[in-house]
């Protein structure tokens, strides 16, 4: 049996080890994640799948007091004409760390934003005036790009329903060639706009563009289960192999070849929000006239009972690529 002398000093040396790692600047980990692989660890780690080494290539972890336009490009136009809805207003950094995209409300309209690091060909606005075949004007340079590797978002999602938040990889030319794999593949990493009506967050696939050949594989619909603080991770690991789904580090679904086909060109990361009823025009429900006086979308009841300020408030987005061990260490 021990003396209370014997207890208060192994009390003291517990202390003192302790208080020696503090000053190094270490700290003991109060999460179980894999660690990030990179030169400047970030103050919180990726939940990363297991089983790979991976690498981190790119991110933004939203500090500073301004968005990173090095970075990040507005998405203002819809199918070939100026969205009534996406903005430049809203889009904001806290100061601590977070990127807020907030739901402004003028009058009885309103709008979001809708970030990306890319741009779909098919969004840009033939020249004023042009009087050739090419329906396109100037292209948005890209700002980021990439092929296959594990893509994540830590996130709080908008607490009103009427419009929605999303997380999800595009190619500037979806549907232009019969093969999805030279053309790309909309990847919808994380939706949540059955969130407030079914309780439920959606991801999953689809190609061949937006017309008559367009085809989905089908989303994953999985629980939305509140956190202690409100944040989630959403992530996909996409390879050669095809696209597996992550939230909150649980895998919810997979989406693989031959049965899905997978993306084999660089695709852009959409960080994106949108009001809902705005994108209809004439004849259709649809698209036909080239000309944002054709749009006679309303914005939907919800919006209306909206409690504001309501935002997609996002900590951080990261790429990472699969490395092998030697790659790893560098």
């Not at 894999?34 to 972890?61: F, T």
């Not at 563009?209 to 989630?232: A, S």
């Not at 209306?304 to 690529?321: G, Q, T």
Request: glycine content about 10%.
């Amino acid at each position: 049996m021990k003396t209370s002398i014997e207890i208060s000093l192994t009390l003291l040396l517990c202390f003192i080890t302790i208080n020696a790692f503090s000053q190094k600047g270490e700290k003991i980990p109060a999460r179980t994640e894999k660690s990030v692989i990179s030169d400047n660890m970030p103050q919180i780690e990726s939940q990363l799948p297991a089983g790979k080494n991976w690498k981190m290539i790119w991110h933004d972890e939203f500090e500073g007091n301004s968005l990173d336009t090095t970075k990040w490009n507005f998405r203002l136009n819809y199918w070939g004409y100026k969205s009534p809805t996406f903005t430049r207003e809203g889009v904001e950094l806290d100061g601590d760390g977070h990127l807020r995209i907030s739901l402004i409300r003028k009058g009885d309209d309103f709008y979001s934003g809708h970030l990306q690091t890319g741009s779909l060909t098919f969004d840009i606005p033939r020249d004023q005036g042009a009087k050739g075949i090419w329906p396109f004007g100037p292209k948005q340079p890209a700002k980021f790009m990439h092929r296959f590797g594990y893509y994540e978002i830590r996130c709080k999602l908008p607490k009103n329903d009427g419009w929605h938040a999303a997380f999800w990889l595009q190619s500037p030319s979806i549907g232009a060639h019969p093969d999805p794999k030279y053309c790309g593949v909309e990847c919808d990493i994380m939706e949540n706009y059955r969130q407030h009506t079914e309780g439920t967050i959606g991801c999953g696939n689809g190609w061949g563009g937006y017309g008559k050949e367009n085809k989905w594989y089908g989303h994953f619909w999985f629980p939305y289960v509140e956190t202690p603080d409100g944040w989630h991770t959403y992530g996909v690991d996409w390879s050669s192999e095809g696209y597996i789904f992550y939230a909150d580090g649980k895998l919810v679904g997979k989406q693989m070849a031959p049965e899905c086909p997978v993306s084999e060109v660089d695709q852009f990361i959409l960080v994106s929000t949108e009001c809902h009823g705005y994108h209809l025009s004439a004849n259709r429900g649809g698209l036909e006239l080239k000309d944002q006086t054709g749009w006679h979308g309303k914005p939907v009841p919800e919006l209306f009972k909206a409690v504001l300020p309501d935002c997609y408030e996002v900590d951080y987005v990261r790429v990472f690529d699969e490395v092998s061990n030697n790659d790893a260490k560098k």
